[in-house]
C-alpha cells in the first residue's frame, strides 16, 4: 500500500482517514489493517468480528481519540 510521496503527505492521509476524511480505498486499508491487529490481541474473535471493531472505531472517532492519548503519551 502507497500513501504519499513523502513522511508529510503519509501523515496527512493518515490524519485524515481518522478524522473521517479518508477515500474509500484508504478506509478500507486502515480498517483491515486494524482488524488483523484486533486479531492477533483477540484472537478468538472472528475476522468478521474484528473488522466490525475496527470500522466502529473509526467511524465513532475513538480511533482518533485513541492517537491523540498516545501522542499525548510519548
Known sequence: VHG????EEA???FMN?????????QNDAVIINSAMAIHCVQP??????CIS????SLESKKAL???????KNI
Request: no cysteine.
Open 44 to 49: 478468538a474473535l472472528t475476522l468478521t468480528d
Open 17 to 25: 482517514v481518522l478524522e473521517g476524511k479518508g477515500t474509500s480505498a
Open 53 to 56: 471493531k475496527a470500522k466502529a
Open 65 to 71: 481519540v485513541a492517537y491523540k492519548m498516545l501522542i
Open 4 to 7: 504519499g510521496r513523502t513522511v
Open 11 to 13: 501523515a496527512k492521509i
